[in-house]
């Protein structure tokens, strides 16, 4: 079956399609990818299917499309509570 793994960098993003057998997991099919070939040390331990996190051992359906996450730099709520402190600051001058 065919399915699809997607990666994105800041500017730059890779999507390749792919062939696996039924049955086939997310982990599997990561591990005999392009995406891996080309970043061997890549980290795959938070990957969704269209937007939804999964888990390695979650079997794939035709045309699936696995994406791989990067961890965030930031916290999301840190970043709102430095923002909200920045404004204040700003207010305040």
Do not use: H, N, W
């Amino acid at each position: 079956m065919r399915i699809e793994v997607a990666y994105a960098l800041p500017k730059e993003q890779y999507l390749f399609e792919q062939q696996v057998e039924e049955g086939c997991t997310v982990e599997q099919a990561l591990k005999s990818s392009k995406l891996m070939e080309e970043f061997p040390l890549l980290d795959i331990d938070k990957v969704g299917i269209f937007g939804k996190q999964v888990t390695l051992d979650t079997v794939l359906r035709e045309g699936d499309r696995i994406e791989v996450y990067r961890p965030l730099k930031v916290d999301p709520r840190d970043r709102r509570r430095q923002q909200v402190e920045s404004e204040r600051r700003q207010q305040k001058d």
